[in-house]
């Protein structure tokens, strides 16, 4: 799982209020190289929340030169842009969990793919 | 279909038994010296499109030894580029302007997907709204030519390089009932317009092409024989890779096969752009490395970007990824996708491949391909999704070919109040899914998460007995663009279902219309009885006896008679 799609995510249990960010704990971090498409993290950093990123990317050691805001100017750099793409689209968390901050539910990541499905009681 | 196809020219017969190659070679090369004629037809906008053209195909390897992948790199280029940002607006300022009407050659296969596959096109290269037209004739809208308006070349050859049902787009010299009528059309074609194609220094070809019929090598030696009557030609003849290539097509059906016969009509025209399908051998099915029993015919994949209109840098969601394989063709036209289902076992595990015993998923068709990885792979319900709330707008396309019972079924969670003991290890319950709310939750997804402008595409079964048009799903956010079908067999058929988002989601307008909507039930939820009906039964329904919903409504069309269609449908 990238941080793209955790960023998409919240717990979905009936009832929940608070379920957003999910938090990550990491058991196996993998990273493979991706295609640097600047068009595509100027599209999508319009549409993630900026604050879970940074959340998700402390949790996969990935923060490093991330700023707690960004400016126009540093969506037109290459530089700023790079560390963005490493973050959102080449650190996979490969095993692990995300976590409901509210509930504390635990949805489990195999494989690279999170399993999102509620149980018969929380639906 | 019976067709002969061979090439031929005015000094030699060039029988060949596959020349197909040979022809789309030749019009690799053909297409780059078209364009460097007619700078003369185009305006300043079109130019940067055209030097994309020239340089795709300087890109472009030889046919022959092409590798499938490169191949089609090589054709996305252009695609691509050409309606990012500023080019598509410019080019639909000057479409406004100026059209010129062309000749389309379709494939003979999916006939309904073919007109909107060419409208879905033309749009996204600048041409909204684009005018195309069946010609006379008895064929009418199921035969394989057409008249489509564009504003230049470049734009015919952005779409043939991009479509999966069009052969080629050709500049109609002439036509006519015989061949004597199309030949004195051409020849009273002023000559400016020819002059420019026919002159000492351009070498040519002339392609036959009989449609559904066939030639003896006598009679096209006898047509080829008669061109000069009304082909200025002066050039030399080159049949590898002429300069101009120049179509004599006539379509008429022989009758053969128990197909009806009809009366020809022939057409003369000098090629714009010829589709290279070699990419489609590629993508087959029987070579990919993860299959399932509903995995999607390459072509129909494809097809359905090309009605999402899938560019580069688009974010596309397919809710039931399966194996992939819808995901598959967005990839190939460099989308960033993300796939999602309630089946782990589709998504994680994958399965053994019984040839090389190696664990196979989805991760390695993407691999086959040399594609970028998706960007994300979920297992949820639809039902349920857990996309957070405020996500807002962000997938350009959902592609999606729902469960409909036929072949696989839907599931959704279910609420129940019994005590789980191992939470950790627990397999929550599922219960069928009725296609109604599948498809209102795909609608609803889509509707929320489609970016403005973005569209959804997906496939509904439908049987000639429920099928009526207010039947079809509807949101308010959304409007249909358009609804083809294509026929599986005689009691059902499956229709391929374009939408677009018309405005921003507003919650409380959505939560109205769901209200409305609470007690509908599309007839085609009993599709899974229509289907495996035994004849007994549809005996009974024919004698009125016991319809299956309790209405007598459909009983008299069970036995509906097919429209003429090709055995490929």
Redesign the interface.
């Known amino acids: 799982?990238?941080l793209?799609?955790h960023n998409?995510?919240?717990?979905?249990i009936?009832g929940v209020k608070n379920?957003?960010p999910l938090n990550i704990e990491a058991v196996k971090i993998e990273e493979?190289d991706?295609?640097f498409?600047p068009?595509?993290l100027r599209?999508?950093f319009k549409?993630i929340?900026w604050k879970a990123f940074l959340v998700g990317a402390q949790a996969l050691g990935c923060a490093e030169g991330l700023p707690q805001a960004v400016s126009e100017e540093q969506l037109q750099d290459d530089g700023f842009l790079q560390k963005f793409h490493h973050a959102l689209?080449e650190v996979c968390l490969e095993e692990g969990s995300l976590i409901c901050p509210e509930t504390g539910r635990r949805f489990?990541v195999?494989?690279?793919?999170?399993?999102?499905?509620?149980?018969?009681?929380e639906? | 279909m019976g067709r002969s196809r061979t090439n031929l020219t005015t000094k030699q017969v060039y029988l060949a038994p596959r020349a197909e190659a040979a022809a789309a070679a030749a019009a690799a090369a053909a297409a780059a010296a078209s364009t460097t004629v007619s700078t003369d037809s185009t305006s300043a906008t079109a130019s940067a499109l055209q030097q994309l053209q020239l340089q795709e195909q300087q890109q472009q390897p030889p046919l022959t030894s092409a590798s499938d992948r490169q191949h089609l790199e090589a054709c996305y280029e252009l695609q691509d580029a050409a309606p990012?940002s500023s080019n598509s607006q410019q080019l639909s300022a000057s479409s406004s302007t100026t059209t010129q009407r062309y000749l389309v050659y379709f494939l003979h296969r999916l006939l309904d997907f073919r007109v909107p596959e060419l409208e879905a096109l033309a749009d996204m290269y600048g041409v909204p709204n684009v005018r195309c037209e069946a010609p006379p004739g008895e064929h009418g809208s199921l035969g394989p030519f057409w008249y489509v308006h564009l504003p230049n070349e470049q734009v015919a050859a952005a779409i043939v390089a991009r479509a999966v049902l069009i052969r080629g787009i050709f500049e109609l010299w002439g036509e006519g009932s015989s061949f004597e009528e199309m030949g004195a059309a051409v020849a009273a074609l002023p000559a400016a317009a020819k002059a420019p194609y026919c002159g000492p220094d351009t070498s040519f070809k002339i392609v036959l092409d009989a449609w559904g019929h066939s030639w003896s090598e006598e009679q096209q030696q006898q047509m080829i024989d008669r061109c000069p009557e009304f082909l200025p030609s002066q050039g030399r003849v080159e049949l590898r890779a002429p300069q101009q290539t120049f179509w004599l097509a006539c379509a008429r059906l022989g009758g053969a096969n128990g197909l009806p016969a009809s009366e020809p009509r022939w057409y003369f025209g000098r090629q714009v752009a010829l589709a290279d399908r070699s990419w489609v051998k590629g993508y087959a099915l029987p070579r990919r490395a993860y299959i399932g029993p509903t995995s999607m015919d390459p072509e129909v994949a494809f097809l359905m970007t090309n009605l999402a209109q899938v560019r580069?840098?688009s974010?596309v969601l397919d809710p039931y990824v399966g194996t992939g394989s819808i995901l598959i063709a967005a990839a190939a036209r460099n989308a960033?996708t993300?796939g999602c289902d309630?089946d782990?076992r589709v998504?994680?595990h994958g399965r053994k491949c019984p040839k090389s015993g190696r664990q196979v998923d989805i991760y390695s068709n993407y691999e086959q391909y040399g594609l970028?990885?998706p960007?994300?792979?979920?297992?949820?319900?639809v039902h349920?999704?857990?996309?957070?709330?405020g996500?807002?707008?962000?997938f350009s396309a959902i592609l999606g070919d729902p469960p409909y019972g036929v072949r696989a079924g839907g599931r959704k969670?279910?609420?129940?109040?019994?005590a789980?003991r191992h939470?950790?290890s627990?397999i929550?319950?599922t219960e069928p899914y009725s296609l109604t709310e599948c498809l209102a939750d795909l609608l609803e997804l889509a509707a929320v998460t489609l970016v403005t402008g973005g569209r959804l595409v997906f496939f509904m079964p439908a049987s000639p007995e429920t099928y009526k048009e207010d039947q079809l799903p509807c949101h308010p956010m959304l409007a249909t663009v358009s609804n083809v079908e294509q026929p599986l067999q005689s009691r059902y058929s499956r229709r391929l279902v374009t939408m677009v988002k018309v405005k921003p989601y507003d919650p409380v307008v959505a939560a109205q219309f769901k209200e409305s909507r609470k007690d509908f039930v599309m007839d085609i939820d009993r599709l899974h009885d229509i289907v495996y009906a035994t004849e007994q039964q549809q005996q009974q329904q024919g004698d009125g006896g016991g319809s299956v919903d309790g209405s007598s409504e459909g009983s008299s069309v069970v036995k509906v008679k097919a429209k003429y269609r090709s055995k490929m449908c």
């Open positions: 799982m990238k793209l799609t998409f995510l919240q717990c979905h009936k379920g957003y493979r991706a295609d498409d068009d595509f599209s999508m549409r929340d689209l489990p195999v494989k690279g793919i999170p399993n999102m499905l509620l149980n018969e009681d639906v | 990012s580069r840098s974010l960033h993300m309630i782990v998504l994680k970028q990885y960007v994300g792979l979920l297992r949820m319900d349920t999704h857990p996309f957070r709330e996500m807002g707008e962000v969670l279910v609420a129940k109040s019994h789980i939470r950790s627990h929550p319950s």
